[in-house]
């Protein structure tokens, strides 16, 4: 993602097919797609990116190198991802209570969650054959197993 604040599903302004790249995708990422949030994504303190659909967001989402303490708005919404999540100290979430969540939906093992000490709301895995681990301690409101295997 690339640019300013906005909406994750406005794919003409924000999702380059390369970093700080200029050549836009025209669909919001599906869960064939790693989302990666760098230097380039947040050019300037107090950007939003607004979650607003229902569905999901993409396969390994890494918020990792994101800088200028951007924000996740959930908007309240359940989402999933299809793969591993990394989040940043430097990063806020908001919006996201227990009437949303995150669903987790991988079908293969070796998926990690680093929450770096955000709480996701109620946080679901259900995937078949799928698998995650933490890495590091996790605050949420609740946790729901229907498929799959977690290490915590």
């Keep these: 993602m690339v640019g300013v604040s906005g909406n994750w599903s406005d794919t003409s302004n924000h999702w380059a097919t390369t970093t700080g790249g200029a050549t836009f995708y025209s669909a919001k990422p599906t869960a064939l797609d790693n989302v990666v949030f760098d230097s380039n994504s947040f050019p300037a303190t107090g950007q939003t990116v607004t979650v607003d659909f229902e569905g999901t967001l993409g396969k390994n989402i890494d918020w ?3 800088t200028n303490t951007p924000t996740l708005n959930v908007n309240q919404k359940k989402i999933s991802i299809a ?3 990394t ?3 430097a990063m806020v979430i908001t919006g996201n ?3 949303g969540g995150t669903v987790f939906t991988s079908t293969t093992t070796s998926n990690t969650i680093t929450t770096a ?4 709301g109620r946080i679901w895995f259900d995937g078949a054959g799928g698998e995650w681990s933490f890495t590091d301690n996790v605050l949420c409101d609740e946790v729901l197993i229907s498929q799959g295997i977690l290490n915590t």
């Design 97 to 99: 209570n227990i009437n």
């Design 64 to 66: 990792s190198s994101a």
């Design 83 to 85: 793969g591993s999540l």
């Design 87 to 89: 989040l940043t100290n």
């Design 117 to 120: 000490g955000k709480n996701l």
